[in-house]
């Protein structure tokens, strides 16, 4: 019998905002397979909702990041050199727009409205790279949460969709970059979950409605099966696997004109 052994790897965890949240269901499993952990969380609002987590998988690092902040995600890198002296896997789970921006159509995006998330949600993972990439000399293991509106039209997700495919992208482009130096870098494309971050989405009960009745599983996927993926991915079982966006959706994204 074959398990998932974590044991002595050290891992980043950006993004996980309450016990929702995919980063969370992640962090239980890297937490399970031995992995010791650094978590972050957003402001001091935030810090009361991610505090009782970190303790919960006895998190080595608990940091203040908002990556429009000087300074603060470069801090967090610090913080993980002193303590731990390298990095083994990384996961980025942060996105953001406007309010007005989700809510209105790509056509009428202001610039600024446009830059802010495309700086929040795609840049953040390019500066995190950079980061890493020193404290990763033994290799290591870089993912990023996408959905399926970066590859298609998905109603009401408007700027996100073309924010998520340039971050899609930019996984892309890393994986070549840092490949030389087993540095992997990958997408986890993950299916409607309800999350904090989703409920920000318009008609998002329309969206898991349509999500399981076009599925080849029939259902929706839960917060469990992304983390079980991204324990995969951060583990030696996919060390031929980068630049990849790996759906876990039920199969969601390979419907097309589907009758029932």
Known sequence: MELIDMKGRKGLIVGAANEHSLAWSAARHFHHAGAELALTYLNDKARPHVEPLAREVNAGLLLPCDVTVPGQLEAVFEAIRQRWGRLDFLLHAIAWARKEELHGRLTDCSAEGFAESMVISCHSLIRMAQLAEPLMDRGGSLMTLSYFGAEKVVDHYNVMGP???????????????????????????????????????????????????????????????????????????????????????????????VFH
Request: aromatic letters at 4%; glycine letters at 10%.
């Open 163 to 257: 924010v998520k495919a340039a971050l899609e992208a930019s996984v892309r482009y890393l994986a070549h970059e840092l490949g030389p130096r087993n540095i992997r870098v990958n997408t986890l494309s993950a299916g409607a979950v309800r999350t904090r971050a989703a409920s920000g989405i318009e008609h998002f009960d329309e969206l898991l409605n349509e999500s399981a009745k076009r599925a080849p599983l029939r259902r929706t996927v839960d917060a469990d099966e992304v983390g079980r993926t991204a324990l995969m991915l951060a583990s030696d079982y996919t060390t031929g696997i980068t630049g990849e966006v790996l759906h876990v959706d039920g199969g969601f994204h390979v419907a097309g004109m």
